[in-house]
């Protein structure tokens, strides 16, 4: 897929992957790109933690929004600013795509409550399952009604913003896809995570949560990969680049 010269694809980078998975795997622009099937000669890359700061907006074709390791709730100063970039965004109409983090900070910067879930961290290869708002949805209504995706989250959207509607739940997660808007969309779940990168990630989260009750091994068994929340960022992709042909 090539976007248009016009305008680059904005990846804003909100956190790093763990040192292992970056070894291995890249850090999450990289899995973005291999996973959207994204064009790095129309991309821009921007590393909040690292001090970097986007363009407004408008010099951009569209956003995708990354997960990190730090927590909606810290309100860091970088996260406080990508949070208001967002607001801007979407007064021009900006075609987002946040995943993981990048689905609490949407939520957040748009008025809804984030908070860690109550029933814990929620990992592995998951069945989503589609609500009937999502018929309608240009992007989500080629789904099935249950389809797999891959997870590692703590915080959650405790309650989306009344601009949002709900297109998808998990049996932990009551918000795992929102809509806001015509063109911006995000989902809990993470469609860059390949079966590979969770097959990485898992021993990882296990050496780091020895106590934990979750059964890591368990969760190793049934990671699979996830082709279908993937086409969520094939297709989101591709609507950037058709949006910028008609545009140009």
Not at 29 to 40: A, T, V, Y
Not at 46 to 52: I, K, P, Y
């Given at each position: 897929m090539s976007l248009s010269a016009q305008k680059p694809l904005l990846i804003l980078q909100t956190g790093h992957a763990p040192e292992p998975i970056r070894a291995v795997?890249?850090?999450?622009?990289?899995?973005?790109?291999?996973?959207?099937?994204?064009?790095?000669?129309?991309?821009?890359?921007?590393?909040?933690?690292?001090?970097?700061?986007?363009?407004?907006?408008?010099?951009y074709a569209g956003a995708v929004i990354t997960g990190s390791r730090s927590m909606v709730t810290e309100h860091l100063d970088w996260s406080e600013y990508a949070a208001d970039w967002i607001r801007q965004a979407m007064l021009i109409d900006l075609p987002m795509l946040g995943a993981c983090y990048g689905h609490q900070l949407m939520a957040y910067a748009l008025g809804g409550e984030v908070d860690y879930h109550p029933q814990g961290i929620e990992v592995g290869t998951e069945e989503i399952e589609l609500l009937p708002a999502a018929q309608q949805d240009p992007l989500i209504s080629m789904l099935p009604a249950r389809f797999s995706a891959n997870l590692i989250h703590l915080q959650s959207v405790i309650q989306p913003p009344t601009c949002a509607t709900v297109l998808a739940r998990s049996a932990h997660d009551a918000h795992q896809i929102l809509r806001y808007g015509r063109n911006a969309i995000s989902t809990q779940f993470h469609p860059e995570f390949s079966a590979a990168v969770m097959k990485t990630y898992l021993p990882w989260l296990a050496q780091q949560a020895a106590e934990s009750s979750v059964n890591y091994h368990h969760k190793l068994q049934s990671v699979t990969d996830t082709p279908l929340s993937q086409g969520l960022l094939l297709r989101f992709v591709a609507s950037v680049g058709k949006q910028q042909a008609l545009a140009g």
């Open positions: 795997h890249g850090n999450f622009p990289q899995m973005f790109i291999r996973q959207g099937n994204i064009d790095s000669q129309q991309l821009a890359i921007v590393d909040l933690q690292a001090g970097e700061r986007p363009a407004s907006p408008q010099h």
